[in-house]
């Protein structure tokens, strides 16, 4: 990783932790450089403003989720990168590990409604796009595969809302997660009974 590459990633972990301890709205660019150890000048260097570390950080931690996915190229693998992907979100889910999920709302309901409407529909629809291109590699039905993606990721969201009311379990996270891979194999199933 190039040193600036890796200065950012330490700038939006530091925005993350920060972010988790006291929340967004109260994060100062001077707080995250002094979390780095970093003077205000030399974090500008990297960054204007904290939105800015925000949205790198929300697209690092997503580009890092896709990646897991980029080999993919039959159900099998699909089933494997799931499997890695759901333990993730399951820790972050339950809150073992830190998690962006609760830094993203915070970050929507900062602004007005209608610029938060157009932000989280966006946010929505690039969820489902890249999900849409993962799927497309192994389902042939261009219908099946983006109805599909808009049910995981309808799934996906039930549950991080879940985690935020504390009503969310181990059970339920991993009962949804085997559901999702029952509604993926017998999409498969169905689609290769078509093909014969």
């Given at each position: ?26 994060v100062t660019m001077k707080d995250i450089g ?44 699909l089933m494997d990168a799931l499997d890695v992907y ?111």
């Open positions: 990783m190039e040193k600036g590459n890796k200065k950012k990633r330490e700038l939006q972990n530091a925005l993350k932790m920060l972010a988790i301890e006291k929340g967004y709205a109260n002094e979390y780095v150890g970093l003077s205000v000048g030399g974090l500008y260097h990297h960054y204007h403003d904290v939105e800015e570390v925000f949205m790198d950080l929300i697209a690092s931690e997503t580009g890092d989720v896709w990646e897991n996915f980029s080999n993919v190229k039959s159900f099998g693998e759901f333990e993730a979100e399951k820790k972050e889910l339950l809150g073992q590990v830190p998690s962006v999920n609760t830094l993203m709302y915070e970050y929507y309901f900062s602004k007005p409604e209608a610029e938060r409407v157009v932000i989280m529909k966006e946010s929505h629809n690039a969820v489902v796009s890249e999900m849409t291109k993962i799927l497309k590699k192994v389902y042939a039905d261009k219908k099946l595969f983006q109805r599909m993606s808009e049910h995981i990721c309808i799934v996906l969201q039930g549950l991080t809302n879940l985690s935020f009311s504390g009503c969310i379990s181990k059970k339920i996270i991993e009962d949804e997660f085997a559901m999702l891979k029952i509604y993926l194999k017998n999409n498969y199933d169905t689609m290769k009974g078509e093909q014969y």
